[in-house]
């Protein structure tokens, strides 16, 4: 499992995905040395990742929750395409492997290419059901942190690392055309040096620093920390597929998002209107959530819970390292001391 550093380092990297090494140190106590070297060991044993994200609503973009019906058969061969796509995100493969679950990312304006909604899915051998559900609102996920992977600084902590974010900031803006290839850098790895992204954009070092700031400034750039959630004791994972009435929607997910065992709750279209992920222990930590916490909140009429087996795909839609996706990583898998 993850130590105090390892914690409080994810901790600040959620605060500030591109928080300078020294400033993690003198938060934590500890030399730049050890912060970076701790953060080369989690990237390489833990999956971290910190990526660069657009708001969706800021950028154009409309999100659809897509489920799948698949053959058992054709599950993995579906997902590990789906996986590969670049306007996908969070693909996973769940309900006993008969049920893929993928974020879809259209443009809201129905330019571009829509052909995995409108064409690809249906024609696809071994699928048995599509469903997609467009996501309205969200009320916990995207640069709202899952709490448990966020608990470990203090409230001074805290608030230096957001100081820093909020003395860097620019007049804010919206993504553009021209932003493309910057964003598209950032969503690769969300940490790359200016040098990096000066080389993929074309422009000066400090011409990406405005445009970073600009873009972070009004909420349009927001910086994600992908992390093996089983590092946290997670063992057992479900999508949680909810009926509200409409005028009791807005209660019930703001009191969900206050449950520390979700990491994603939103309102969508469909014959369910809300739906939530849960990061539980185990099964019986599962079934005590969903009988003491979310049973009590009577507006809900009705529940359909996902297992989900396997994360395929996390937060980005691009991938730095597909060879992961041939095999699952094994489940003792630990980051070494």
């Known amino acids: 499992m993850l130590d105090d550093l390892d914690r409080g380092l994810i901790h ?16 934590l106590g500890v030399s730049a040395q ?6 080369r060991r989690l990237r390489a044993e833990a999956s971290l990742r910190v990526v660069g994200l657009t708001d969706p609503h800021q950028a154009g973009r409309t999100q659809w929750l897509v ?79 899952w709490r448990r992977s966020a608990d470990a600084l203090g409230g001074e902590q805290q608030r230096v690392l957001r100081e820093a974010v909020v003395a860097g900031g620019g007049p804010a803006r919206r993504p553009g055309a021209g932003d493309a290839e910057l964003l598209a850098a950032l969503e690769k790895d969300g940490r790359a040096g200016q040098g990096e992204l000066a080389e993929a954009t074309g422009w000066a070092p400090a011409t990406v620093a405005r445009r970073l700031a600009n873009l972070r400034a009004g909420g349009a750039l927001f910086f994600d920390v992908e992390v093996d959630a089983g590092l946290f004791g997670v063992n057992t994972r479900a999508l949680l597929w909810m009926s509200v009435p409409p005028a009791r929607l807005e209660d019930v997910a703001t009191a969900l998002s206050g449950h520390d065992e979700l990491a994603f709750v939103a309102a ?18 599962l079934h005590r959530y969903l009988t003491r916490r979310l049973g009590t909140l009577d507006a809900i009429r009705t529940l359909e ?27 003792d898998a630990r980051p070494r001391r």
């Open 67 to 145: 489920r799948l019906g698949v053959a058992a058969r054709a599950a993995q061969d579906i997902a590990r395409a789906l996986v590969c796509r670049p306007d996908t995100s969070w693909v996973k493969l769940a309900s006993g492997g008969t049920e893929i679950v993928a974020v879809v990312h259209a443009p809201t304006d129905g330019a571009g290419d829509n052909s995995l909604l409108l064409h690809d899915i249906p024609r696809t051998g071994g699928v048995t059901s599509v469903s997609a559900h467009c996501l309205l609102h969200t009320y916990l996920g995207g640069p709202t942190n």
């Open 12 to 27: 600040a990297l959620h605060i500030d995905g591109r928080a300078p090494f020294s400033r993690i140190a003198d938060v």
């Open 268 to 285: 969508t279209t469909g014959p369910t209107n809300l739906v939530a992920q849960a990061l539980c222990r185990d099964p019986a930590d």
């Open 34 to 39: 050890t912060v970076a070297r701790r953060y």
């Open 305 to 331: 819970t996902s297992p989900v087996l396997r994360n395929l795909k996390a937060a980005s839609p691009a991938l730095t390292d597909a060879a992961h996706l041939r095999r699952p990583p094994h489940k």
